[in-house]
């Protein structure tokens, strides 16, 4: 079954501690990307992988970080450093630059106590 | 950076009526222009897009219309049903798609 997987779909962390979120794609699509979802404020793009090693800072980019050390990983860690960063991120892998349809996965609630 | 905006924020129609989604685009070389709909507690999906050398396209009930001279595009989806009620985003991007800018989004409700 062909698809973005991420995990965990609920994360609750403490002030000042980095968590990880997976985003694991069996598609064979080149380009990945990381988007926040707020209520009112759509979809916020993060980070984007076009390429393995490679990676490229969205609008929102500060406090985050990723790595692209495989075509069908593409993490996301919100480290401390990121002051808002409860919100529902969306991982999404583009078919073709051709097709422009994003496939998104099922999204990740995280919550900071 | 493109700027997208999106309106109305909401919107409630009766079943069987009419709805439109407006959005207006700040680059003039945005040449691809998508729109997504992501029902409640699901996944944002593609239901239709348009390419800049187009100026409308229709899908059954959607249809999607674009004025490049305003820079502005239009999601109109006729005959609603209560499936019909999700989010719907409105998004462009230049060249070659690789990098999408979405709307706010809009809320739309359809009543029986």
């Known amino acids: 079954d062909g698809g973005i997987t991420q995990s965990p779909k609920y994360l609750f962390r403490k002030e000042g501690q980095n968590v990880t979120l997976s985003c694991e794609q069996n598609l064979n699509h080149d380009a990945m990307y990381w988007y926040r979802q707020d209520p009112g404020q759509g979809l916020r793009l993060i980070y984007y992988?076009?390429?393995?090693?490679?990676?490229q800072k969205g609008d929102i980019a500060e406090g985050y970080s990723v790595s692209r050390e495989k075509k069908e990983s593409f993490p996301l860690t919100v480290t401390s450093a990121q002051k808002n960063p409860t919100a529902f991120y969306l991982c999404?892998?583009?078919?073709?630059?051709?097709?422009?349809?994003?496939?998104f996965g099922e999204g990740s609630r995280l919550t900071v106590l | 950076g493109e700027n997208v905006e999106q309106h109305p924020s909401t919107l409630s129609v009766q079943e069987g009526d009419s709805a439109v989604i407006k959005c207006t685009y700040s680059?003039?070389?945005?040449?691809?222009f998508p729109w997504y709909k992501q029902e409640l507690g699901k996944r944002p999906q593609l239901i239709i897009d348009?390419?800049?050398?187009?100026g409308e396209k229709k899908d059954q009930r959607i249809a999607v219309t674009l004025n490049k001279t305003a820079k502005h595009f239009s999601l109109h989806i006729t005959e609603t049903q209560p499936e019909d009620s999700a989010v719907y985003f409105c998004a462009a991007a230049t060249g070659t798609v690789s990098k999408l800018t979405f709307g706010t989004g809009t809320r739309l409700q359809v009543t029986l």
């Open positions: 348009i390419r800049s050398n187009v």
């Open positions: 999404a892998s583009l078919a073709g630059t051709n097709t422009g349809e994003l496939f």
């Open positions: 992988s076009q390429i393995v090693n490679d990676f």
């Open positions: 680059d003039s070389a945005s040449n691809y």
